[in-house]
Structure formats: structure tokens, C-alpha cells
């Protein structure tokens, strides 16, 4: 009961929260005409003339969300043991390590890559509530190769974790790819080497091309500052290999172009969790939306994401991959999809 009414009356002052910005922002609301249409006077707007996710409406929809009980999950993922000795010793074969919801160890061409990483136990800004980490990351921090390079998709908690970014710096001194707007922020928390692209922006390093592609989703990790950073997918090229991480978003036209411009893919990091109740959620792609996704990139095979891990989503366990290797199956596609389990290595 105490948990019920703090998640209403904290429902409730986000909802006061979000009408004051609606009301106290119109400007920030207007396109810019010397940028491209993805920007406003003050932040950044998703393009798709149906995209609707009226801040009102979802911080109300958390007031009704408050009210019900949490639904029984099932079974948690099982982590596979991964001391990180393969990959530390690995120089030369592209592999994908899945740590944990959008967090994966990526090896392709001699660098080594992590996205979104977070070795946290909440997706929060706090340490003493928020959503707990309900799956152990798939390998330890400590176990970890060589990092030289972060990709961040955008700022949420469950996808920018200050602590982890943090150590990161600290330990292995690696360049934070990053959308627009998150460059300051990172220097606000004592980290400099950060490349900060636009969308279609694109960046060398040790011989990798790395892009910014656009998302459907949206940023903030506060009141002020809702949609003031960029969001975005991430492409990794290389000499024989290319990578897509779709990052956090919901789906639209933008990944067909996506694909026709950059593709085909060898791998794409697709999320499937996040959807809730929702038949089409404007910012998470449930997993049916996922596998067109899929297609749209002319990738050769996808691994998911983004379910499993955190007290965020309020699927059951096994309802996001499961209904993804339904549509998989009646699509022909279900030799193509690489079910991971946190710790899992494989090859590309």
C-alpha cells in the first residue's frame, strides 16, 4: 500500500510537472528553419507526421498505471557464465556479447565496443528507488577486454547510466559516440572525449565509419529537460562487417531508408520489450514492429533487446521473445534470429 501511494503521488507531481512545460514552452515547440526538421527552437521532434505521445497523456496513463498490481513475470532470464577470457584474447573475429538489455560487448575489426552500457542495479537517478535490476549483467565489469569506443543511443536511465559511464572513463579512457546534446552532459560529469553527431553524421575511427541514424523516442532525464538531447540509432561499418543498433525506439518509415542507404546489414540490435499495453507504442517497437524492422535494414540476422533485465517493462518474461519467433516463423525468418541469454557470445 505505502509503495502504491508513493508511485501515485509521484505519478501525480510528474503529471503537474509535464503541464508546466507544456503550457510554460511553446517556443520550444517550433521548428527551426536553418536546421533539418528533426529540430526545434529548443530540442529535438520525431518526423513522422502520425507520431502522437502527448507528455499529459503518458504521465497520466503512469497515475492509472500506479493503481495496478505489477504482473507476474515468470521465470527471469538464466545468465550463462562469461569470465571474458575468449574476449579478451579475441583480436581479429566479430563477436556480440549480450551483457543485459541494451548493453552489448561488440568486437569487430580489432575494436572493441560497447552500446548503452549499464552495470547498474537501478535505472534511476537515485540508488535507493526506481526500477531495480531484476538480471545480473552478463559478464563482469572487471572481466571486460579493452574498450575503445562507447555508442550511446540517448539519455535514459536505462540506457545512460552515470555510474557506469563514469568508471568506463575512469578505467579504459575510450571516445563516447553520442546524438546531439549529451556531449555537455558527459562533460558535465568529467568526461571529454566525447564525438557528438547529428543524425546522418558520420565519424572514422581506427577504421570503423560510425553513424548516427535516426530513432523514433524521445530524451530527458528530468522535468526540465524533456527532448533537449537527441535520440538516435547507430550504424558501425567496417572493412568487411556492418552493425546496426536501432538503440530505443518506436517504428516508422525511417528504417526502410535506413537500409537502402547503409544496408544490408550483417547484424541488427533490435529492441523488442517496452511496449506495455499498448497495440503500437509510439516509442518502443513491440516485437512483431521489430521483425519489420528487421526487414527494412536488409540485415542478415537479428539479435534482440531491450526485455529481461530491468523492473522497467511489464511483460512477462518470455512474452516479448516469444512472440517474436511467432511473426519470425510465419515471416520464414526464424533461422535468421539469435536468441541470446545475458553472457552469450557468439560470432558474426
Not at 556480440?96 to 565496443?113: E, K, M, P, R
Not at 521483425?291 to 518470455?318: C, I, K, S
Amino acid at each position: 500500500m505505502v509503495i502504491n501511494v508513493v508511485r501515485v503521488v509521484g505519478a501525480l507531481l510528474l503529471t503537474l510537472g509535464l503541464v508546466l512545460i507544456d503550457i510554460s514552452a511553446p517556443a520550444a515547440l517550433s521548428p527551426r528553419a536553418d536546421k533539418p526538421s528533426h529540430h526545434l527552437r529548443e530540442g529535438f521532434r520525431n518526423v513522422a507526421p502520425d507520431y502522437a505521445y502527448p507528455l499529459l497523456g503518458r504521465a497520466l496513463r503512469t497515475v492509472r498505471l500506479g493503481f495496478e498490481p505489477v504482473p507476474a513475470r515468470g521465470q527471469a532470464p538464466a545468465v550463462l557464465a562469461n569470465n571474458g577470457a575468449d574476449v579478451r584474447a579475441n583480436g581479429t573475429v566479430p563477436t556480440i556479447t549480450w551483457i543485459g538489455h541494451s548493453t552489448f560487448l561488440v568486437q569487430i575489426d580489432g575494436v572493441n565496443i560497447l552500446t548503452d552500457p549499464h552495470w547498474g542495479d537501478r535505472a534511476s537517478p537515485v540508488r535507493f528507488t526506481g526500477p531495480r535490476r531484476l538480471v545480473a549483467p552478463g559478464m563482469r565489469f572487471e572481466d571486460l577486454p579493452p574498450i575503445h569506443a562507447v555508442i550511446i543511443s540517448h539519455d535514459h536511465y536505462d540506457h545512460l547510466d552515470e555510474t557506469t559511464v563514469r568508471r568506463l572513463n575512469a578505467v579504459h579512457h575510450p571516445t563516447f559516440f553520442v546524438p546531439l546534446g549529451i556531449k555537455a552532459w558527459l562533460a558535465n560529469a568529467g568526461i571529454t572525449n566525447a564525438v557528438e553527431l547529428d543524425w546522418w553524421e558520420t565519424r572514422e575511427f581506427h577504421g570503423l565509419t560510425l553513424v548516427c541514424t535516426p530513432a523514433q523516442h524521445s530524451s530527458g532525464r528530468g522535468l526540465r529537460d524533456q527532448n533537449r538531447r537527441l535520440w538516435s540509432s547507430w550504424a558501425v561499418l567496417g572493412h568487411e562487417h556492418r552493425l546496426f543498433f536501432a538503440g530505443d525506439t518506436g517504428y516508422y518509415g525511417g528504417f526502410k531508408e535506413i537500409g537502402e542507404r547503409l544496408g544490408p546489414f550483417d547484424v541488427a540490435l533490435i529492441p523488442i520489450g517496452g511496449y506495455s499495453a499498448y497495440e503500437h507504442h509510439p516509442n518502443h517497437v513491440n516485437p512483431e514492429e521489430a521483425v519489420q524492422v528487421f526487414e527494412d535494414l536488409r540485415a542478415r540476422m537479428m539479435v534482440p533487446m531491450h526485455y529481461g533485465t530491468f523492473e522497467l517493462n511489464r511483460e512477462p518474461f518470455r512474452e516479448p521473445p516469444d512472440r517474436l519467433m511467432r511473426e519470425a516463423l510465419r515471416r520464414g525468418l526464424e533461422e535468421r534470429v539469435a536468441l541470446l541469454s545475458p553472457g552469450q557470445t557468439i560470432h558474426w
